[in-house]
């Protein structure tokens, strides 16, 4: 099993290690005994989601000054869960030395009361992930621990650094030796090759990227905390007590009784240390670009980025969807979870009863076996069924929030005239997604984005719909609120537009993966 328990800088079991268990590195109870399909306990589970979204990267937590850290890291991790189920790690601090524990699956798996218990200390990192095809590894998890000439250092992200190759190549042919696919493991080395105090070292670092990253750095007895000078991924401030809190969405907060202080500015780096916080630059905020996506589809609906309640800009993108693209029908409905805000809005606009025409079966995201050919294809229905007595003889408004491929909304279209529907009119509260990201998304390859090869038209015809309309640019800017006066209202818009706000060198950049990977 490929769990550990680190401290210090030896790997300490988190089983004694007796009669058979041993052969297996002492990684998992006799009782906690597990089969699966891959290497790993929920390896590659979500590649091939049936429903057809871009993926989030991973996220984020951290704690600094509060005597159950870990405590806190796992909750918050719990509640950043949907932005990475695949794997998870917190690594604490105390006296000097680091504990750490990393695993396959989710949080709420891989950890349990003794492991926390042996993650003692009044700081924290803490990091969930999903992976990219190919790098489903335990070796990749983070919170990524290091060895360098001022003791240990654990480092984290969200994002993606679009000139690591550059900088990874650049390295190796100086010595470096990388132990990890890992785009994080560049800033270690960066870090440890400099002459320089940790913060100036850091600076230094992050100097030399270019991408969209939100990074936690802990040492003996700093942490670290800094956004891209484009601000592509949320990061946000918060206090309990006297601790200090940082986490990826602030519905993290929540879960924990945290109070929201501020979002971390692009190009800000904060440090806490034994005298306090300290705010201050490694860059100049370049042209702000907050991802749409964390708007339209990745963050929870509770959290608030640039305090924009989500569900609230979602109810505003249907709203905005009913003025641009109204249709007459009998019921509205959303696909769940993410586009249920953005369903409501739509019919309050209209006036047209919103009503639950899908349900989703939350508990078939992980299975033991691998299904057969036949069940595969048909695994839209183990996940999603329609309600036949509300949408049959009906004309159904399907609200979603993106179509990617195209395949699941063909699926979902057909399923609710196998119900009954007489007419299924599509809409999506975001513009065509037509362009690969480059900051912290996994997306297909350009040729598989449905909206990159086909008009509007031939993708209703491809998907099965009656009608097929998309929320504009400007509608979307109109709902999110965002900053006004600052180009795309301080958003990034390049899945849609292919205006990317930083240079990417496209033969090198990495589209389909993250600093997870």
């Known amino acids: 099993m490929p769990d550990e328990v680190k401290s210090g800088s030896s790997i300490r079991s988190a089983y004694p290690l007796t009669g058979s268990n041993a052969s297996l590195g002492g990684a998992a109870a006799p009782s906690e005994a597990r089969f699966w399909t891959g290497d790993h306990y929920n390896q590659g589970n979500f590649q091939e989601d049936i429903f057809d979204k871009a993926k989030e990267e991973c996220g984020v937590f951290g704690v600094f000054g509060h005597s159950d850290a ?16 695949e794997s998870c790690g917190i690594c604490t601090s105390e006296n000097g030395e680091f504990h750490f524990h990393r695993g396959m699956g989710l949080v709420k798996e891989v950890f349990d009361r003794e492991r926390l218990g ?9 990091h969930v992930r999903y992976s990219t095809s190919g790098s489903s590894l335990l070796a990749n998890a983070q919170p990524l621990v290091f060895k360098y000439r001022d003791g240990d250092l654990a480092v984290c992200t969200n994002g993606n650094i679009v000139n690591e190759p550059v900088i990874r190549r650049e390295l190796e042919e100086q010595g470096s030796i990388f132990q990890t696919s890992s785009d994080t493991e560049v800033i270690a080395h960066l870090i440890a090759r400099s002459p320089k105090d940790l913060v100036e070292a850091v600076k230094d670092a992050f100097s030399r990227l270019i991408g969209g990253y939100a990074f936690l750095i802990m040492t003996k007895d700093r942490l670290i905390a800094a956004c891209d000078p484009n601000g592509f991924r949320p990061l946000v401030l918060g206090r309990l007590g006297d ?16 109070e929201y202080v501020r979002d971390v500015e692009p190009g800000e780096i904060l440090v806490l240390d034994k005298d306090g916080l300290r705010e201050e630059r490694f860059a100049p ?9 964390e708007y339209i589809y990745f963050a929870r609906p509770d959290s608030d980025i640039y305090q924009v309640n989500l569900h609230s800009a979602r109810k505003r993108m249907g709203q905005q969807l009913a003025l641009e693209a109204f249709v007459d029908a009998d019921i509205v409905t959303g696909v769940p979870d993410s586009s249920i805000s953005a369903a409501i809005g739509y019919a309050e606009q209209t006036g047209i009863p919103y ?3 899908l349900i989703k079966n939350k508990y078939t995201g992980r299975t033991f076996i691998q299904p057969s050919q036949e069940l595969r294809e048909k695994g839209v229905k183990m996940k999603l069924s329609a ?3 509300v949408v049959e003889g009906k004309r159904v408004v399907m609200i979603d929030d993106s179509i990617v491929r195209g395949t699941t909304s063909l699926r979902i279209v057909n399923m609710l005239r196998e119900a009954g529907a007489t007419e299924v009119h599509v809409r999506i509260s975001s513009p065509p997604f037509m362009n690969p990201c480059y900051y912290g998304i996994d997306t297909p390859n350009p040729n598989d984005l449905i909206a990159n090869t086909k008009s509007v038209e031939e993708i209703r015809k491809a998907i099965n719909a009656d009608s097929l309309y998309f929320l504009s640019k400007n509608g979307l800017m109109e709902a999110v609120g965002g900053h006004e006066g600052e180009k795309n ?3 990034c ?3 849609f537009d292919h205006d990317y706000p930083t240079k990417v060198q496209f033969e090198l950049a990495k589209a389909t993966s993250c600093s997870c990977d």
Do not use: N, P
């Open 285 to 293: 905020m370049e042209r702000r670009a907050v991802c749409a996506m």
């Open 118 to 126: 042996a993650l003692t200390g009044d700081r924290a990192i803490g």
């Open 387 to 389: 309600v036949r007595k």
């Open 355 to 357: 009503e639950l025409g």
């Open 489 to 491: 209202r301080g958003l």
């Open 70 to 85: 870990a405590g806190l890291s796992y909750y918050g991790l719990h509640a950043l869960q949907h932005r990475g189920e």
């Open 243 to 258: 601790a200090y809190i940082f986490a990826s969405e602030t519905c993290a907060f929540e879960t924990i009784g945290a």
């Open 493 to 495: 818009l390049s899945c």
